[in-house]
């Protein structure tokens, strides 16, 4: 039989543009011509934006997500001799928890190889931070990456230039049309990046409230379903845990700040203010120890994670990966004595009440704006600009008492960082509800059947 004459990206704008699907083949064809140039960025971004008004199918989510999976250089952990694992959060403000899960899961014997990113909108970034410890390499070959974790257990790095290249062309094209928050587009490209790793299991931490992405609970939800169901059919154990993303997670949010609370933390500390963090990182380490295949139930895996942050080996683990990637751990020796912000000022409490509501978006602009995050592309961040949170939602406070303490590169950048969190938290006569940190939990059963009823 000869072969099929190929698309022409023309019928597949149409047909996308008409409400029909595509097929495996016409998805392959539009992700190698992306990569080769051979498609006109004018014909991906109309694609990209009737997906994004039509939505994708299954089928569709799925062939997008192994095409780009398989668009580049693949890493293969089977030769760590280990099980591989990792997790993936769509992005917060104070998330630090990947130094934690890492190195816990390290330390019950599986590997992680880790591929994170930079501080996206108002999100932080977990290379930006881990920059922040002096000569810390985030840039490694791939086979650089396979020797660290063949004597950590747990790397965390960059993305190579090899390593999903559809991505990059797609989601650079996304940033800049308008289609990023599209389910379908969303699912791809993440998990097209942590499938090239080739990890056995994965745990999704989808964020939820105010300072979520996706704020719509339903939008978080069926997010979370299909990146659950898409990485289980492409072979890959996974579980997505929807979490609470109302206020900052801990008390930092920033760069250098937020290692130093993680490192805290890996020490044995329990300070009042991290133990949101501290909790769901015990859970989210509970679930990779158990879809590793180190212990039978998430809870066993809790438990483990629990003895291994106890007893120093998680710690252990994690200053060896940060000394093998280059970085200088003496700093951990004193780090507040290391923390050398530009500029500091302290936000009281302009009135009596209970803290009833945190904007996180808004603080998570808050932070970028001190110098911790980018204002565009490539631009470099201060690794001590910040905030330290001193009193959290439901906390009672009196006028005059410090709320938090913002850090800046110089003192002109904290004027509107002060406005922005003074906007930000909503102090009230009565103390708000409760909110659960993890709200709903996704197998792959209760994916299955979320989207069976899914109606969309
Ligand atoms: N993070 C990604 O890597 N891709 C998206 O589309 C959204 C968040």
């Not at 410890?133 to 490694?140: C, D, E, M, S, V």
């Not at 808050?366 to 009193?391: K, N, T, W």
């Not at 008492?401 to 904290?414: F, M, N, V």
């Amino acid at each position: 039989m000869p072969n099929p004459a190929p698309p022409h990206m023309i019928d597949l704008i149409r047909k996308k543009r008409d409400g029909g699907e595509l097929d495996g083949r016409e998805i392959g064809y539009l992700v190698s011509g992306a990569v080769d140039g051979s498609i006109p960025l004018e014909q991906l971004s109309a694609w990209l934006m009737a997906a994004w008004l039509r939505g994708l199918s299954r089928e569709e989510t799925q062939a997008l997500t192994i095409a780009m999976r398989d668009s580049g250089e693949k890493f293969s952990p089977a030769r760590l001799g280990k099980v591989a694992v990792d997790k993936h959060s769509t992005g917060g403000v104070g998330d630090k928890t990947s130094f934690l899960v890492a190195p816990i899961a390290a330390a019950c014997g599986l590997g992680v190889p880790m591929i994170s990113g930079r501080a996206l909108g108002h999100t932080g970034g977990t290379l930006d931070k881990l920059e922040s410890i002096p000569g810390y390499r985030t840039a490694l070959t791939l086979s650089e990456f396979e020797t660290v974790l063949k004597r950590c257990g747990a790397s965390i790095v960059s993305q190579t230039p090899t390593l999903v290249p559809a991505d990059r062309v797609l989601y650079a094209l996304r940033d800049r049309t308008g289609t990023v928050e599209s389910p379908g587009l969303i699912c791809a490209s993440i998990l097209s990046k942590k499938l090239a790793a080739g990890l056995d299991a994965l745990v999704l931490d989808v964020k939820t409230g105010s300072g979520a992405f996706l704020r719509r609970r339903e939008d978080a939800e069926y997010l979370a379903a299909l990146m659950v169901a898409t990485a289980e059919a492409a072979g890959t154990r996974t579980v997505a845990l929807l979490t609470d993303m109302g206020q900052p997670l801990g008390r930092a949010a920033g760069n250098w700040i937020e290692v130093a609370e993680a490192v805290e933390l890996l020490r044995g500390s329990r300070p009042a203010q991290s133990e949101d963090l501290r909790e769901l990182s015990l859970i989210l380490a509970g679930w990779m120890i158990h879809l590793g295949g180190a212990a039978a139930t998430p809870e066993a895996g809790y438990a483990l994670a629990a003895t291994v942050l106890a007893d120093g080996s998680a710690l252990r683990a994690f200053f060896s990966m940060i000394e093998a990637q280059g970085g200088n751990i003496a700093v951990f020796d004193d780090p507040a004595g290391f923390h050398k912000p530009g500029a500091t000022e302290v936000l009281h409490a302009w009135e009596s009440g209970y803290i009833a509501a945190m904007d996180t978006t808004k603080i998570g602009w808050a932070v970028q704006r001190l110098g911790a995050g980018r204002g565009r592309a490539g631009e470099p961040v201060d690794p001590h600009a910040g905030i330290h949170f001193l009193a959290r939602r439901g906390a009672r406070v009196e006028k005059g008492q410090p709320l938090a303490t913002l850090y800046a590169t110089t003192p002109t950048l904290l004027a509107e960082p002060i406005a922005l969190l003074r906007e930000a938290i909503t102090l009230s006569e009565s103390p708000p509800d409760a909110v659960a940190l993890v709200s709903r939990i996704f197998t792959r059963e209760a994916a299955e059947d979320y989207l069976r009823d899914a109606v969309r």
